[in-house]
């Protein structure tokens, strides 16, 4: 057995713990683990995470049940473990779930020592495991879509299927934020942003390339600048032929790379009136209403493009005047076919319902139906006459007012 070689001397209350714990139940052991797990607080500095800030206080505990051998414990020990050293031992003993739980771990991931041969040649469902961490480190994210360090000579394959891997991470999603002026900080939790964003000048500007492009920068942060947009945006022309009136699932991956690389560009009106769809997609998902009061007139020109387009456009959510408008837009959408009639209605339910989980604060307009602070009797005729209207619009839609 490995001796404990750690230069290190626990403390009173440790070695307390450590003595419960060398002695209690695997369950009560991985329960006190999962509760006294380490990680980063929350904002921009869980991106910049520094793995020596993570074992404080622990190493002995750890230690000791690590030499417990239990699979409960090892399981425990893997997934919300701070020791590195002890995290590699029970991943190196431990069964797939084991390790599977050392991967997503904070303190670990990409430290483990069998880390880049899974990236190399591992199952995808290993790999995206590791990729998905969301702790790891920019210099290692920044390297990956640079194809530098580590990754020098990876081959357009086996780099396709990683970004795949890696395309959902929450860290690529996750804006800088911080209450403090750091430029070097932000630089450094920026740049895999903008490494992520220039594939799309060197990759094979192929429809395989480009699915996997369009998948990344779909959830990936914005960089700041980006040169040479026009190039890049002709570089993607490779679109396949569709048929007209044209469906936003009928489209090539290339024109979507387009529709990500376009919503860099900030002139709005160069956008709208631009000849390429593409171009005019990015448009739909960010223009501001109050600077396009007839935005509803643009379903004349791209009609269920359009309507996909302005569902993610996070502007038409804010308020209940264009939430309402974008509704009706919904409505008046042609229907692909007689037995898809609900389908672009049912895609804005799906919308709403999304957006009041996750932002309630843009619905907030809709409590001057619900409250009258000065006479409780006018809530419930606020109530009365919100139900009426909503009512006479679900009659009107089925024309059933006659």
């Not at 209350?13 to 209690?24: H, P, T």
């Not at 590791?130 to 990754?151: I, Q, V, W």
């Not at 970004?163 to 860290?171: F, G, P, V």
């Not at 529709?259 to 593409?278: F, N, P, T, Y």
Request: proline share 4%; glycine share 4%; charged share 25%.
């Amino acid at each position: 057995m490995a001796s404990f070689s750690y230069n290190y001397r626990a403390g009173t209350n440790e070695r307390i713990v450590a003595g419960y714990l060398s002695k209690a139940a695997p369950d009560a052991v991985y329960a006190w683990l999962q509760d006294n797990k380490k990680v980063p607080d929350e904002g921009a500095y869980s991106g910049l995470w520094r793995y020596w800030r993570g074992g404080e206080n622990r190493r002995l505990v750890e230690y000791l049940l690590w030499r417990r051998n239990d699979p409960v414990v090892d399981h425990g020990l893997a997934r919300f473990g701070t020791d590195i050293k002890m995290i590699q031992r029970v991943y190196d003993r431990g069964d797939t779930s084991t390790r599977l739980a050392a991967l997503t771990n904070p303190n670990a991931g990409i430290r483990i020592q069998q880390a880049l041969d899974i990236l190399k040649e591992g199952p995808f469902f290993t790999v995206e495991t590791l990729l998905c961490n969301r702790y790891l480190p920019s210099e290692f994210l920044t390297n990956f879509f640079k194809r530098a360090g580590d990754f020098e000579g990876l081959d357009d394959d086996r780099f396709r299927l990683l970004i795949y891997a890696l395309h959902n991470n929450e860290r690529l999603k996750t804006p800088y934020e911080s209450l403090y002026i750091d430029g070097f900080n932000e630089y450094t939790y920026n740049e895999p942003f903008y490494a992520a964003w220039e594939l799309a000048k060197t990759v094979p500007a192929t429809q395989e390339w480009a699915k996997a492009i369009w998948v990344l920068l779909l959830n990936c942060q914005q960089p700041y600048s980006y040169d040479n947009i026009d190039e890049v945006l002709e570089r993607w022309q490779i679109d396949e032929q569709v048929e007209e009136p044209t469906q936003w699932h009928q489209r090539s991956f290339s024109f979507n790379v387009r529709v990500c690389i376009a919503g860099l560009i900030r002139d709005d009106e160069l956008l709208r009136k631009s000849d390429d769809a593409a171009l005019r997609m990015a448009f739909y998902q960010k223009f501001n209403p109050s600077a396009y009061k007839d935005w509803p007139s643009f379903l004349e020109l791209d009609g269920e493009e359009f309507v996909d387009a302005a569902l993610q456009n996070e502007n038409l959510w804010h308020s209940m005047e264009n939430r309402s408008a974008l509704s009706r837009v919904c409505r008046d959408a042609p229907a692909r076919s007689l037995f898809a009639a609900d389908d672009i209605p049912n895609m804005y339910l799906a919308f709403e319902q999304r957006h009041r989980e996750q932002h309630p604060q843009w619905f907030a307009d809709e409590g001057q139906y619900f409250m009258n602070l000065n006479d409780p009797k006018d809530s419930i005729e606020y109530r009365l006459e919100n139900i009426e209207r909503a009512l006479v619009e679900i009659l009107e839609r089925n024309d059933l007012t006659t």
